[in-house]
């Protein structure tokens, strides 16, 4: 277990990011050191290629580079106001890889069903144990995590926390949080049923991820089986 003087939770949505930005601004000054959950071949470039790291960034797909094109100006604006400042970026360029093929599986399986309407409930259990990869931060003072599983397993033990979104597993969480073993089976066919109109009624026809994660908490019958499972949920 990493011990941080400061965790920043944010989810997956555009919404979080402008203000994630900003209370980083601040941390730095204060701490020096910040952990992102980036892959570090994009933070070397975003430094040293800005143009290249916007090629990397577009070519993991548009939902990623809205949700972290901010970052390159970022890193070098700390770089001037703040150049004792530590960064980490703790993800790879092959796991977000495998998350984007990890995604067109989904799709692909969300097509079948809506063709066949038939669900194959082991194979999406296949498909996340062998394309899903947990990261562990490093042991800085600020440490940003946009991971919900790897969250509620280990924010009660830092000192700080500060969610910048709400705390609320999306279908896609549960799924993996089923495969990896940290929530019963017995909800794999309920979660993938959610996940499949997930995709198909809400990602599909939302602008951004905000106002699909949106539509999905607003959702009673989904935020009572979240209950279910004995999820933490903070809105």
């Known amino acids: 277990m990493v011990i941080v003087d400061l965790v920043l939770y944010v989810p997956r949505i555009e919404a979080?990011?402008?203000?994630?930005?900003?209370?980083?601004?601040?941390?730095?000054?204060?701490y020096k050191a910040?952990?992102?959950?980036?892959?570090?071949?994009?933070?070397?470039?975003?430094?040293?290629?800005?143009?290249?790291?916007?090629r990397l960034l577009t070519g993991l797909g548009s939902s990623f580079a809205r949700l972290w094109g901010?970052?390159?100006?970022?890193l070098r604006d700390i770089m001037v106001i703040e150049p004792l400042t530590t960064l980490?970026?703790?993800?790879?360029?092959?796991?977000?890889?495998?998350?984007?093929?990890?995604?067109?599986?989904?799709?692909?399986?969300?097509?079948?069903?809506?063709?066949?309407?038939?669900?194959d409930y082991d194979e999406?259990?296949?498909?996340?144990?062998?394309?899903?990869?947990?990261?562990?931060p490093p042991d800085r003072p600020v440490v940003v995590i946009d991971d919900y599983a790897y969250f509620i397993e280990n924010y009660t033990r830092v000192s700080n926390v500060i969610l910048l979104g709400p705390l609320i597993p999306t279908?896609?969480?549960?799924?993996?949080?089923?495969?990896?073993?940290k929530l019963s089976i017995d909800y794999l066919a309920e979660a993938v049923n959610y996940a499949i109109g997930y995709i198909?009624?809400?990602?599909?026809?939302?602008?951004?991820?905000?106002?699909?994660?949106?539509?999905?908490?607003?959702?009673?019958?989904y935020m009572?089986?979240?209950?279910?499972a004995g999820l933490p949920i903070i809105t």
Do not use: H
């Open 16 to 30: 979080s990011m402008p203000i994630l930005r900003n209370i980083l601004l601040m941390t730095a000054k204060r």
């Open 34 to 54: 910040l952990a992102l959950p980036l892959p570090k071949e994009f933070c070397r470039l975003a430094i040293m290629n800005p143009g290249e790291s916007f």
């Open 70 to 74: 901010w970052v390159p100006a970022f």
């Open 88 to 119: 980490d970026c703790y993800d790879s360029i092959d796991r977000l890889r495998r998350s984007v093929e990890l995604g067109v599986e989904i799709a692909r399986l969300v097509i079948r069903f809506r063709l066949s309407g038939r669900v």
């Open 124 to 136: 999406w259990l296949r498909l996340f144990r062998r394309n899903t990869i947990s990261l562990v």
């Open 171 to 181: 279908l896609i969480d549960l799924v993996a949080l089923i495969s990896s073993g």
């Open 200 to 221: 198909g009624d809400y990602v599909v026809v939302s602008r951004d991820l905000t106002e699909a994660f949106l539509r999905l908490i607003n959702n009673r019958e």
């Open 224 to 228: 009572s089986f979240v209950r279910s």
